[in-house]
Protein backbone atom coordinates (compact mmCIF):
# COMPACT_ATOMS: atom_id res chain seq x y z
CA UNK A 1 0.00 0.00 0.00
CA UNK A 2 2.88 2.86 0.82
CA UNK A 3 4.65 2.02 -2.17
CA UNK A 4 1.54 2.49 -4.34
CA UNK A 5 0.83 5.80 -2.02
CA UNK A 6 4.90 6.81 -3.08
CA UNK A 7 4.91 6.04 -6.87
CA UNK A 8 1.82 7.88 -6.85
CA UNK A 9 3.29 11.24 -5.38
CA UNK A 10 6.56 10.62 -7.30
CA UNK A 11 4.49 10.75 -10.30
CA UNK A 12 2.61 13.56 -9.26
CA UNK A 13 6.05 15.68 -8.22
CA UNK A 14 7.49 14.64 -11.87
CA UNK A 15 4.60 16.06 -13.74
CA UNK A 16 4.50 19.30 -12.10
CA UNK A 17 8.50 19.55 -12.40
CA UNK A 18 7.48 19.15 -15.92
CA UNK A 19 4.78 21.38 -16.33
CA UNK A 20 6.57 24.24 -14.32
CA UNK A 21 9.77 23.87 -16.30
CA UNK A 22 7.28 24.47 -19.60
CA UNK A 23 5.52 27.21 -18.19
CA UNK A 24 8.90 28.97 -17.23
CA UNK A 25 10.36 28.13 -20.52
CA UNK A 26 7.48 29.70 -22.37
CA UNK A 27 7.39 32.64 -20.07
CA UNK A 28 10.99 33.40 -20.68
CA UNK A 29 10.65 32.42 -24.68
CA UNK A 30 7.93 35.17 -24.64
CA UNK A 31 10.05 37.74 -23.17
CA UNK A 32 12.77 37.20 -25.26
CA UNK A 33 11.24 37.42 -28.56
CA UNK A 34 9.74 40.75 -27.24
CA UNK A 35 13.17 41.64 -26.88
CA UNK A 36 14.80 40.79 -30.21
CA UNK A 37 11.69 42.41 -31.94
CA UNK A 38 12.68 45.60 -30.02
CA UNK A 39 16.02 45.40 -30.66
CA UNK A 40 15.53 44.55 -34.34
CA UNK A 41 13.23 47.62 -34.49
CA UNK A 42 16.26 49.61 -32.85
CA UNK A 43 19.15 48.02 -35.13
CA UNK A 44 16.95 49.06 -37.98
CA UNK A 45 16.48 52.52 -37.11
CA UNK A 46 20.23 53.08 -36.80
CA UNK A 47 20.63 51.19 -40.12
CA UNK A 48 18.31 53.36 -41.96
CA UNK A 49 18.58 56.82 -40.39
CA UNK A 50 22.53 56.74 -42.12
CA UNK A 51 20.91 55.26 -45.43
CA UNK A 52 18.00 58.36 -45.03
CA UNK A 53 20.72 61.06 -44.00
CA UNK A 54 22.86 60.07 -47.05
CA UNK A 55 19.65 60.36 -49.33
CA UNK A 56 18.86 63.68 -47.48
CA UNK A 57 22.37 64.68 -48.29
CA UNK A 58 21.97 63.68 -52.56
CA UNK A 59 18.90 65.84 -52.40
CA UNK A 60 20.45 68.72 -50.53
CA UNK A 61 23.02 68.70 -53.91
CA UNK A 62 20.69 68.78 -55.89
CA UNK A 63 19.07 71.68 -54.27
CA UNK A 64 22.27 73.44 -54.25
CA UNK A 65 22.57 73.04 -58.23
CA UNK A 66 18.89 74.07 -59.07
CA UNK A 67 20.37 77.09 -56.66
CA UNK A 68 23.37 77.73 -58.67
CA UNK A 69 21.42 77.37 -62.23
CA UNK A 70 18.38 79.71 -61.25
CA UNK A 71 20.95 82.49 -60.98
CA UNK A 72 22.86 81.93 -63.88
CA UNK A 73 19.74 81.82 -65.70
CA UNK A 74 18.82 85.19 -64.48
CA UNK A 75 21.90 86.66 -65.68
CA UNK A 76 21.49 85.15 -68.82
CA UNK A 77 20.62 87.38 -71.46
CA UNK A 78 18.09 85.06 -73.10
CA UNK A 79 14.78 86.56 -75.51
CA UNK A 80 13.00 83.55 -77.41
CA UNK A 81 12.62 80.54 -76.69
CA UNK A 82 15.44 79.51 -79.29
CA UNK A 83 17.36 81.51 -76.91
CA UNK A 84 16.70 79.14 -74.20
CA UNK A 85 16.91 75.99 -76.19
CA UNK A 86 20.61 77.22 -77.32
CA UNK A 87 21.22 78.27 -73.48
CA UNK A 88 19.93 74.88 -71.84
CA UNK A 89 22.14 72.74 -74.88
CA UNK A 90 24.87 74.35 -74.23
CA UNK A 91 24.63 74.58 -70.58
CA UNK A 92 23.97 70.40 -70.37
CA UNK A 93 27.10 70.53 -72.49
CA UNK A 94 29.17 72.42 -70.02
CA UNK A 95 27.82 70.49 -66.76
CA UNK A 96 27.84 66.95 -68.66
CA UNK A 97 24.34 66.46 -67.62
CA UNK A 98 24.00 63.71 -70.40
CA UNK A 99 26.21 61.24 -68.80
CA UNK A 100 24.72 62.09 -64.89
CA UNK A 101 21.44 61.43 -66.48
CA UNK A 102 20.35 65.28 -65.78
CA UNK A 103 18.33 66.69 -67.78
CA UNK A 104 16.95 70.57 -66.89
CA UNK A 105 13.56 71.62 -67.29
CA UNK A 106 11.89 75.17 -67.71
CA UNK A 107 7.79 75.56 -66.88
CA UNK A 108 6.42 78.73 -67.97
CA UNK A 109 2.79 80.13 -66.19
CA UNK A 110 0.51 77.52 -68.14
CA UNK A 111 2.31 74.49 -67.38
CA UNK A 112 4.02 73.61 -70.28
CA UNK A 113 7.78 72.84 -69.80
CA UNK A 114 10.66 73.28 -71.85
CA UNK A 115 14.02 70.83 -71.89
CA UNK A 116 16.93 70.85 -74.76
CA UNK A 117 14.58 68.89 -76.35
CA UNK A 118 11.99 71.80 -77.31
CA UNK A 119 8.68 72.19 -75.58
CA UNK A 120 7.50 69.39 -74.14
CA UNK A 121 3.57 69.74 -73.62
CA UNK A 122 1.98 70.09 -70.42
CA UNK A 123 3.70 69.08 -67.09
CA UNK A 124 1.98 66.40 -65.20
CA UNK A 125 3.29 67.32 -62.45
CA UNK A 126 1.23 70.59 -62.31
CA UNK A 127 -0.83 69.51 -58.92
CA UNK A 128 2.27 70.12 -56.76
CA UNK A 129 2.28 73.97 -58.65
CA UNK A 130 -0.61 75.13 -57.98
CA UNK A 131 0.23 76.49 -54.55
CA UNK A 132 2.93 78.38 -56.13
CA UNK A 133 5.67 76.73 -53.51
CA UNK A 134 8.76 78.54 -53.61
CA UNK A 135 10.37 74.89 -54.43
CA UNK A 136 8.74 71.40 -54.98
CA UNK A 137 10.59 67.89 -55.47
CA UNK A 138 8.93 64.96 -57.00
CA UNK A 139 8.95 61.65 -58.55
CA UNK A 140 7.70 61.59 -61.86
CA UNK A 141 8.10 59.32 -65.07
CA UNK A 142 5.72 61.65 -67.49
CA UNK A 143 9.31 63.46 -68.12
CA UNK A 144 10.63 60.13 -70.57
CA UNK A 145 8.82 57.51 -71.65
CA UNK A 146 10.78 54.26 -69.75
CA UNK A 147 12.21 56.24 -66.72
CA UNK A 148 11.25 57.58 -63.82
CA UNK A 149 12.70 61.00 -62.44
CA UNK A 150 12.97 63.02 -59.55
CA UNK A 151 12.24 66.54 -60.21
CA UNK A 152 13.24 69.22 -58.71
CA UNK A 153 11.74 72.66 -59.15
CA UNK A 154 12.64 76.35 -58.02
CA UNK A 155 10.32 79.35 -58.67
CA UNK A 156 12.15 81.93 -60.57
CA UNK A 157 13.08 85.09 -58.13
CA UNK A 158 11.80 86.96 -61.27
CA UNK A 159 9.93 85.76 -63.73
CA UNK A 160 11.53 85.38 -67.45
CA UNK A 161 9.33 86.78 -70.28
CA UNK A 162 10.06 84.76 -73.71
CA UNK A 163 8.68 85.50 -77.42
CA UNK A 164 8.02 81.95 -78.78
CA UNK A 165 6.19 80.58 -82.16
CA UNK A 166 2.88 80.82 -80.54
CA UNK A 167 3.11 84.17 -78.36
CA UNK A 168 4.83 85.75 -75.59
CA UNK A 169 5.37 83.14 -72.31
CA UNK A 170 6.57 83.71 -68.99
CA UNK A 171 8.70 80.86 -67.11
CA UNK A 172 7.67 80.72 -63.55
CA UNK A 173 10.08 77.45 -62.75
CA UNK A 174 12.97 76.31 -63.44
CA UNK A 175 15.32 73.26 -62.15
CA UNK A 176 16.40 69.57 -63.35
CA UNK A 177 15.28 65.92 -63.64
CA UNK A 178 17.06 63.27 -62.58
CA UNK A 179 16.66 59.45 -63.76
CA UNK A 180 15.66 57.66 -60.68
CA UNK A 181 17.90 54.96 -61.31
CA UNK A 182 21.24 57.50 -60.31
CA UNK A 183 20.08 56.36 -56.55
CA UNK A 184 20.34 53.06 -56.63
CA UNK A 185 23.39 52.87 -54.90
CA UNK A 186 21.92 54.55 -52.06
CA UNK A 187 19.15 52.61 -51.84
CA UNK A 188 21.22 49.18 -51.07
CA UNK A 189 22.33 48.21 -47.73
CA UNK A 190 25.77 46.14 -46.94
CA UNK A 191 24.19 45.93 -43.28
CA UNK A 192 21.37 43.61 -44.80
CA UNK A 193 23.59 42.61 -47.80
CA UNK A 194 21.93 43.98 -50.04
CA UNK A 195 18.65 42.11 -49.16
CA UNK A 196 16.40 45.00 -48.58
CA UNK A 197 13.68 45.95 -51.25
CA UNK A 198 13.02 49.90 -51.23
CA UNK A 199 9.95 51.58 -52.91
CA UNK A 200 9.59 55.71 -53.24
CA UNK A 201 5.74 56.52 -52.46
CA UNK A 202 3.47 59.55 -52.91
CA UNK A 203 1.39 60.90 -49.77
CA UNK A 204 -0.88 57.98 -50.46
CA UNK A 205 1.10 55.32 -51.02
CA UNK A 206 0.88 54.96 -54.48
CA UNK A 207 4.76 53.64 -56.07
CA UNK A 208 6.23 56.37 -57.85
CA UNK A 209 9.75 53.79 -58.15
CA UNK A 210 10.52 50.59 -57.83
CA UNK A 211 14.43 49.91 -56.90
CA UNK A 212 14.70 46.77 -56.87
CA UNK A 213 14.81 43.86 -59.27
CA UNK A 214 11.88 41.64 -58.06
CA UNK A 215 8.27 42.83 -57.43
CA UNK A 216 8.11 41.98 -53.53
CA UNK A 217 5.17 44.26 -52.95
CA UNK A 218 2.64 43.74 -56.16
CA UNK A 219 -0.03 46.25 -56.26
CA UNK A 220 -0.39 49.83 -56.82
CA UNK A 221 -0.68 51.33 -53.44
CA UNK A 222 2.20 50.02 -51.03
CA UNK A 223 -0.12 51.45 -47.81
CA UNK A 224 -2.61 48.99 -49.04
CA UNK A 225 -0.66 45.35 -49.07
CA UNK A 226 1.10 46.76 -45.78
CA UNK A 227 -2.18 46.71 -44.02
CA UNK A 228 -3.46 43.69 -45.77
CA UNK A 229 -0.37 42.00 -43.66
CA UNK A 230 -0.13 39.53 -40.53
CA UNK A 231 1.35 42.13 -37.81
CA UNK A 232 3.35 40.54 -34.94
CA UNK A 233 4.17 41.65 -31.22
CA UNK A 234 1.27 43.86 -30.67
CA UNK A 235 1.77 46.03 -33.96
CA UNK A 236 -0.38 46.92 -36.63
CA UNK A 237 -0.40 49.61 -39.67
CA UNK A 238 -2.53 52.00 -37.96
CA UNK A 239 -0.46 52.43 -35.41
CA UNK A 240 2.59 52.34 -38.12
CA UNK A 241 0.39 55.03 -39.55
CA UNK A 242 -0.18 57.41 -37.20
CA UNK A 243 3.57 57.29 -36.05
CA UNK A 244 4.48 57.78 -39.38
CA UNK A 245 2.12 61.17 -39.72
CA UNK A 246 3.48 62.30 -36.22
CA UNK A 247 6.96 61.93 -36.46
CA UNK A 248 7.64 61.64 -39.95
CA UNK A 249 9.14 58.22 -39.67
CA UNK A 250 8.19 54.73 -38.24
CA UNK A 251 9.08 50.94 -38.24
CA UNK A 252 7.30 47.60 -37.66
CA UNK A 253 7.20 44.03 -39.19
CA UNK A 254 4.70 41.96 -40.43
CA UNK A 255 4.16 38.66 -42.43
CA UNK A 256 3.98 38.22 -46.26
CA UNK A 257 3.33 35.05 -47.82
CA UNK A 258 4.53 33.46 -44.87
CA UNK A 259 8.16 35.70 -44.63
CA UNK A 260 8.46 37.91 -41.98
CA UNK A 261 9.49 41.52 -42.83
CA UNK A 262 10.75 44.43 -40.82
CA UNK A 263 9.94 47.69 -42.64
CA UNK A 264 10.49 51.22 -42.41
CA UNK A 265 8.36 54.48 -43.76
CA UNK A 266 10.60 57.73 -44.21
CA UNK A 267 8.70 60.82 -45.11
CA UNK A 268 11.94 62.74 -46.59
CA UNK A 269 12.16 66.27 -45.55
CA UNK A 270 13.38 68.29 -48.49
CA UNK A 271 11.00 66.19 -51.38
CA UNK A 272 7.69 65.23 -51.26
CA UNK A 273 7.88 61.36 -51.17
CA UNK A 274 7.92 59.06 -48.86
CA UNK A 275 10.25 56.18 -48.79
CA UNK A 276 9.77 52.44 -47.85
CA UNK A 277 12.22 50.31 -46.75
CA UNK A 278 11.62 46.01 -46.48
CA UNK A 279 14.36 43.69 -44.93
CA UNK A 280 13.37 40.14 -44.36
CA UNK A 281 13.81 39.07 -40.76
CA UNK A 282 16.38 36.81 -41.07
CA UNK A 283 19.09 39.36 -41.95
CA UNK A 284 18.12 41.75 -39.20
CA UNK A 285 20.44 42.03 -36.06
CA UNK A 286 21.57 38.52 -37.01
CA UNK A 287 23.96 38.92 -34.05
CA UNK A 288 21.87 39.13 -31.70
CA UNK A 289 19.35 36.10 -33.07
CA UNK A 290 22.69 33.93 -32.85
CA UNK A 291 22.75 35.03 -29.12
CA UNK A 292 19.50 33.72 -28.66
CA UNK A 293 19.55 30.68 -30.30
CA UNK A 294 22.31 29.93 -28.30
CA UNK A 295 20.53 30.99 -25.14
CA UNK A 296 17.49 29.01 -26.01
CA UNK A 297 19.35 25.60 -27.15
CA UNK A 298 21.22 25.92 -23.73
CA UNK A 299 17.79 26.53 -21.87
CA UNK A 300 16.49 23.88 -23.41
CA UNK A 301 19.41 21.24 -22.60
CA UNK A 302 19.02 22.78 -18.88
CA UNK A 303 15.60 21.75 -18.58
CA UNK A 304 15.95 18.50 -20.24
CA UNK A 305 18.97 17.57 -17.73
CA UNK A 306 17.70 19.13 -15.11
CA UNK A 307 13.72 17.24 -15.79
CA UNK A 308 16.24 13.73 -16.23
CA UNK A 309 18.30 14.27 -12.88
CA UNK A 310 15.26 14.88 -11.13
CA UNK A 311 13.07 11.95 -12.20
CA UNK A 312 16.61 9.70 -11.97
CA UNK A 313 17.19 11.32 -8.10
CA UNK A 314 13.53 10.44 -7.48
CA UNK A 315 13.43 7.12 -9.01
CA UNK A 316 16.92 6.60 -6.79
CA UNK A 317 15.19 7.92 -3.52
CA UNK A 318 12.32 5.81 -3.72
CA UNK A 319 13.87 2.67 -5.02
CA UNK A 320 16.62 2.84 -1.73
CA UNK A 321 13.28 3.96 0.64
CA UNK A 322 12.02 0.39 -0.77
CA UNK A 323 15.36 -1.72 -0.50
CA UNK A 324 15.58 -0.08 3.09
CA UNK A 325 11.44 -1.45 4.13
CA UNK A 326 12.47 -5.13 2.09
CA UNK A 327 15.92 -5.07 4.25
CA UNK A 328 13.66 -4.26 7.47
CA UNK A 329 11.08 -6.74 6.29
CA UNK A 330 13.39 -9.63 6.00
CA UNK A 331 15.01 -8.82 9.20
CA UNK A 332 11.29 -8.95 11.04
CA UNK A 333 11.01 -12.22 9.87
CA UNK A 334 14.12 -13.47 10.42
CA UNK A 335 13.69 -12.60 13.83
CA UNK A 336 9.91 -14.06 13.99
CA UNK A 337 11.56 -17.44 12.40
CA UNK A 338 14.37 -17.58 15.43
CA UNK A 339 11.59 -16.37 17.80
CA UNK A 340 9.42 -19.64 16.46
CA UNK A 341 12.40 -21.88 16.26
CA UNK A 342 13.10 -20.63 19.97
CA UNK A 343 9.03 -21.37 20.87
CA UNK A 344 9.36 -24.75 18.83
CA UNK A 345 11.97 -25.88 21.19
CA UNK A 346 10.43 -24.45 24.63
CA UNK A 347 7.93 -26.53 23.80
CA UNK A 348 9.42 -29.84 23.43
CA UNK A 349 11.33 -29.35 26.35
CA UNK A 350 7.95 -28.66 28.20
CA UNK A 351 6.67 -32.13 27.01
CA UNK A 352 9.52 -34.02 27.41
CA UNK A 353 9.58 -32.76 31.11
Known amino acids: MNNKIYKKLFVGFG ?6 TLTLFAMSQTYIQNLVYHERLSQMEEVTHQMFRSLEDVIDTHWDEVDVQCNYLAYTPIETTDDLFSYLERLSELANYKEKQIELVAVDSAGHYYTTHGRMGLLRGMTYL ?12 SLTVDDSRMVFLEQLSTPITLQGEAGEITLRYFGIAQCMTQLNDYFRCDAY ?18 ANDAELLKGHNVYTVLSQMSYLHGSSFAAAKER ?7 YSNAVLDGTEYYYALKQMENAQWTLAFLVPAEYVAVNTQKLVNIVTASMIVFAVVFSITVVIAGWFLLREKQQRELRAEKETNLRLEQYNIQLTQANDEMRRA
Do not use: Q
Not at 15 to 20: D, S
Not at 130 to 141: D, F, G, I, L, M
Not at 193 to 210: A, I, P, R, T
Open 244 to 250: LARTGSC
Open 15 to 20: FVIIVL
Open 130 to 141: ESAPERVSYVSN
Open 193 to 210: ENNNSVYVLDNDGFKLFN
